[in-house]
């Protein structure tokens, strides 16, 4: 059979397809809700475009003409609404604050929708500075790339596609899920808790295969990272503020450390986690004002240009026009539903409505080239999102602030509560921007080295976007009906530790609300910012003196901030990862040396899909549980209607927990360490 040269100008084959795109759909419903879930659990998203192009890959080899760019188009409009899901990092702050009683559908929708689209069209003129003229690595686009090669036969190596690790993976952590949050028959973790004196903590251990996979992903740097804040968190703020703070009368010595780490060492956090922000935006400034230089001169070529290249033509400047109109007449109109409904006069709800669509976008310009920069440097899952959420709340509740005390929003309760769910909505619409920015050019990476037309591409991201956006609102409401929020429960007498804790829209709830209010504490976010700048400083000389080691500041912020029983599963999975990898490169060394590299890729491949799977296992579990819980509760009946030995887990549950957590590492390792080598 003759070999079709997908990079040719002149090639023929189906691409952008209405198969694709209907694919596409399902897929990115499914992701979107297996992110929603999982992000508002524990503040964590995962990349949906390797499996989603596993997934493609194996249901379009049933058509004789598909093929790897068609394959490509699937996974990138599932990837990008399985990104905008980020939302999630936000908007629920809403119902925190009490100012939604549940998840107004169209303006939901309207601000993933819009917010996507700025994130699509934003990253257009990025594209040729960023992936074409650049040597960016883009670990995502590259490993997306290899697999939808490999798996469409465009490459050699196994002919193994991979969907065998995605389903197994999967159906296990599906299962075990189902048994620890449905059944209630094994732990999803334990705290052992011990005092010398006035000081408490806690040595943590939760059982998640999510984390654990995504662990697994982040890699070793970003784990040790979090290891690293998880130690300052619970070794050394908790003891100390333990230690100088008396408990409230009849206060437990595990409920007072949890109320001083929620209260006071997660302020810390914030303060490292914003700093580490702001560096990042600096360090980025004359990289991303160069490459929109050289970009923008591109594109202004190409207009007179009657010969580009089928891969170097992006969406014409007439079309990026029309669908920027569009979306800023939606987000117009959006703004105006939310800020009518306050009842302002005709004259201050004008002017909200045009600061609050200008501030989301320039604002959303900024924060979509560092984060698709970012993204380049060192990938989608270790790009500052959070960062640049808590940057957007900062920005955006102090021109809020400034503007009501102008026009004496202020002077009643009504006003000063709508102040701050104004500050949360535009902020939801930068972190729209920031998360499709981020994953956009590593679609556009994977498309550059597989023969993708952009245009098409540009088109699928759009696409997804709007999907995505229509599945956001639904599920955010099955969540919180089934689970509720932290500070935010639909019903009385739920199930609080089943509670999902939403932990980013948790932060900057409470940021903005301090800024507002003026009663912040901002002893804590300041000593935070002297953290990260310290941890800063480490970092610089860590690469500065040494190729091989980093500490990165966010990761550390994120530690601090993150309850400890997320994480202890993320740090495992990272060194497993790193262990496993050395190993595996010893080994090829010794059997294959002619085939390191290939050998090496092939197993670490199998590794990245089996935790892609524990991810989404988990991650639509989780869904299908809410959905149970939902229709029972609604009918009358329990908020745990799969309890098989009631909500009191016991130390029998919390062994089998921790039995089955172990065969899970011992499962993924086995199944990555078991493929087999070439031989010379």
Not at 22 to 41: H, P
Not at 99 to 124: E, H, P, R, S
Not at 202 to 215: R, T, V
Not at 289 to 318: C, N
Request: proline residues 4%; hydrophobic residues 50%.
């Amino acid at each position: 059979m003759k070999q079709v040269d997908f990079m040719s100008h002149e090639l023929n084959v189906p691409e952008l397809t209405l198969r694709g795109i209907l694919l596409g759909m399902i897929i990115t419903v499914i992701f979107t809700a297996s992110n929603v879930y999982l992000g508002l659990k524990v503040g964590l998203t995962f990349s949906s475009s390797i499996p989603a192009a596993v997934i493609s890959m194996a249901i379009l080899k049933m058509f004789k003409d598909s093929n790897v760019l068609e394959n490509n188009m699937v996974q990138t409009q599932a990837s990008a609404a399985g990104t905008l899901s980020a939302v999630i990092f936000i908007i629920p702050g809403l119902l925190m604050l009490g100012y939604w009683q549940g998840f107004a559908f169209w303006q939901t929708l309207m601000i993933c929708a819009c917010g996507g689209g700025l994130g699509v069209l934003f990253t257009i003129p990025l594209r040729r500075a960023m992936i074409v003229n650049s040597d960016l690595p883009y670990p995502e686009g590259l490993a997306a790339a290899e697999i939808l090669k490999v798996g469409s036969g465009n490459a050699a190596g196994s002919k193994d596609n991979g969907i065998k690790d995605i389903m197994f993976g999967g159906i296990f952590s599906a299962i075990v899920s189902l048994c620890a949050e449905g059944f209630h028959a094994i732990s999803s973790g334990v705290h052992y808790w011990f005092s010398f004196g006035k000081v408490t903590s806690q040595l943590p251990l939760g059982f998640s295969s999510a984390l654990l996979g995504a662990g697994y992903l982040i890699g070793i740097a970003s784990g040790m990272a979090m290891l690293a804040g998880t130690i300052l968190s619970w070794g050394v703020f908790v003891p100390y503020l333990t230690s100088v703070m008396s408990p409230a009368a009849g206060q437990s010595a595990s409920a007072f450390a949890s109320a001083i780490w929620a209260q006071k060492v997660r302020l810390i956090g914030a303060g490292t986690i914003g700093i580490a922000a702001i560096w990042t935006l600096i360090t980025l400034i004359k990289p991303i004002i160069d490459g929109m230089r050289i970009s923008i001169q591109a594109m202004s070529r190409s207009e007179t240009g009657k010969s580009l290249h089928r891969m170097d033509t992006d969406l014409s400047p007439k079309t990026t026009a029309m669908v920027l109109s569009i979306i800023v007449i939606g987000l117009l109109g959006t703004f105006y539903s939310f800020i009518a409904d306050a009842n302002l006069s005709a004259g201050t709800t004008g002017i909200f409505v045009v600061t609050g669509v200008a501030i989301s976008i320039c604002m959303g310009f900024f924060v979509a080239a560092a984060c698709g920069y970012m993204a380049g440097l060192i990938g989608t899952s270790a790009s500052p999102i959070s960062g640049i959420g808590i940057l957007g709340i900062i920005v955006s509740s102090l021109v809020v602030l400034g503007i009501g005390t102008a026009v004496n929003l202020f002077d009643t309760e009504i006003g000063s509560k709508f102040a701050i769910a104004l500050a949360i909505f535009m902020t939801s619409v930068i972190v729209s921007i920031a998360a499709i920015s981020n994953d956009n050019l590593q679609d556009l990476k994977t498309g550059y080295l597989v023969g993708a037309t952009p245009w098409k591409q540009q088109v699928a991201l759009l696409v997804g976007c709007v999907v995505g956006a229509f599945a956001i609102a639904p599920v955010l409401n099955l969540l919180y009906e089934a689970y509720g929020f932290v500070g935010a429960m639909p019903r009385t007498g739920m199930d609080e530790s089943q509670v999902l804790s939403a932990p980013q829209a948790t932060l900057m709830t409470t940021i903005a609300q301090g800024i507002f209010s003026h009663n912040l504490d901002w002893n804590y976010i300041l000593f935070g910012v002297g953290v990260g700048i310290s941890i800063i400083i480490v970092d610089v000389l860590l690469k500065k003196n040494s190729a091989k080691y980093c500490l990165p500041p966010l990761a550390v912020g994120m530690g601090i901030y993150l309850p400890p029983t997320l994480e202890v599963p993320l740090i495992i999975g990272a060194v497993m990862g790193y262990f496993v990898n050395r190993y595996l490169r010893n080994r090829a060394i010794e059997r294959s040396p002619k085939n390191i590299e290939e050998d090496v890729e092939k197993c670490n491949r199998h590794g990245v899909l089996f935790a892609s799977g524990l991810i989404v296992g988990e991650s639509i579990m989780g869904v299908i549980i809410a959905i149970i819980i939902v229709l029972s509760v609604t009918g009358g009946g329990s908020d745990s209607p799969l309890a098989i030995v009631g909500k009191d887990f016991g130390p029998t549950a919390d062994w089998l927990g921790l039995l089955v957590f172990i065969a899970m590492i011992a499962i993924f390792i086995y199944r990555i360490v078991s493929v087999k080598f070439k031989t010379n």
